[in-house]
């Protein structure tokens, strides 16, 4: 009984500890939240009205919304459409990793890992990605590929410069 008495005397004790006196910075907070506030909220800015462009259909732009025709002009730049299309030119060249090379029977190959994890042996004058790339040269940093597309503004084939480096 005298335990039970010491623990009531304990609490009573803690309990006056926690009178909620002044002082407290909560409450000075809340007194002085509502001061400081403005009551004014800045209006929305003004939303201008649509005006759409008109779509250019003279030959100076491509039409987005038709295929691309290949123009066959006196000693301009053609890709070969008509070869049959390797294994490697399904995937695009940001999702191939180049993981080493190997020289076999005098020939280097370049070793390129596929995303679905399949490892290819491919030489100079393979084509990869999706742009008629033709690979140049195989070095023991990169391969350096020769891509030919189409230009945006005028649809006349171009050559352009691509490589896949290294991945250690």
Known sequence: MQFNV????????FLAGCDG???????Q????AAV???MTVDPLPEVLPYTPLPYNADDTLVDPFKAR???????SLQPNTNRPKE???SFPLESLLYVGSMSKQGSKFAL??????????LRVGNYIGPNFGL???IQDGAITIKEVVQDDFHGDWVERDASINLQE
Do not use: W, Y
């Open 6 to 13: 010491a623990v009531v005397v304990l609490l009573s004790c």
């Open 21 to 27: 006196g002044q002082g407290d910075d909560l409450d």
């Open 29 to 32: 907070f809340m007194e002085n």
């Open 36 to 38: 400081n506030m403005s």
């Open 69 to 75: 025709q290949t123009k066959r002009g006196a000693g």
């Open 87 to 89: 294994l490697m030119e």
């Open 112 to 121: 390129i890992k596929t995303p679905d994890g399949v490892l290819h042996q």
């Open 135 to 137: 690979i140049n040269s």
